[in-house]
T-cell receptor
Framework: EAGVAQSPRYKIIEKRQSVAFWCNPI?????LYWYQQILGQGPKLLIQ????????DSQLPKDRFSAERLKGVDSTLKIQPAKLEDSAVYLC???????????FGSGTQLSVL | QQQVKQSPQSLIVQKGGISIINCAYE??????FPWYQQFPGKGPALLIA?????SEKKEGRFTISFNKSAKQFSLHIMDSQPGDSATYFC???????????FGKGTLLTVNP
């Protein structure tokens, strides 16, 4: 079974630039998550989708971060404009539904200079 | 507010030894307590999980001990192996939103 796919693997940008990350969840998984993992910390949930609807975006900095999940499958997370403190690994995860096991992708490592 | 506190931050164990990582939580509504293992360059992977209706769960060399009254739970890795070297995260969630709250992680190094 294919896992959660993410791209790019690494991204280096300058502050105030924009960046986008892509995620393809495990086939059939209705629930999709984006987490931010800052070095030395545990993952923090940014946004949770159920199919193509947002369930929880309470910790998403909406002035600069946006996410969408078109057709309830792939998802993109965008940061515009980026700040130095956005340097982190952005993890996408999916599950059959919110009550089931969560599978994580390998993440996109973002460095903002 | 850090809802799940994890210790130690790092741990070095000899091969064959026992690794113990502890977590404490504040929110009494938490009812699901998983442990995740993360290797460098990879995402976290579920290792073992427990619900508060039992005090212990064992899967192979990995055991979770749960103390509901103390609001603490711990991961024990028996016969630790170099391949167990990774970062371990405890987490917790409630049955209302299943939102995972993670600890800050423990970097485990098992020396051969």
């Amino acid at each position: 079974e294919a896992g959660v796919a993410q791209s790019p693997r690494y991204k280096i940008i300058e502050k105030r630039q924009s960046v986008a990350f892509w995620c393809n969840p495990i086939s059939g998984h209705a629930t999709l998550y984006w987490y931010q993992q800052i070095l030395g910390q545990g993952p923090k949930l940014l946004i949770q989708f159920q199919n193509n609807g947002v369930v929880d975006d309470s910790q998403l900095p909406k002035d600069r971060f946006s996410a969408e999940r078109l057709k309830g499958v792939d998802s993109t997370l965008k940061i515009q404009p980026a700040k130095l403190e956005d340097s982190a690994v952005y993890l996408c995860a999916s599950s059959l539904d919110p009550t089931r096991r969560v599978f994580f992708g390998s993440g996109t490592q973002l460095s903002v200079l | 507010q850090q809802q799940v506190k994890q210790s130690p931050q790092s741990l070095i164990v000899q091969k064959g030894g026992i690794s113990i990582i502890n977590c404490a939580y504040e929110n009494t509504a938490f009812d699901y307590f998983p442990w995740y293992q993360q290797f460098p360059g990879k995402g976290p992977a579920l290792l073992i999980a427990i619900r508060p209706d039992v005090s212990e769960k064992k899967e192979g060399r990995f055991t979770i001990s749960f103390n509901k009254s103390a609001k603490q739970f711990s991961l024990h890795i028996m016969d630790s192996q170099p391949g167990d070297s990774a970062t371990y995260f405890c987490a917790a969630s409630t049955g209302s939103n299943y939102k995972l709250t993670f600890g800050k992680g423990t970097l485990l190094t098992v020396n051969p």
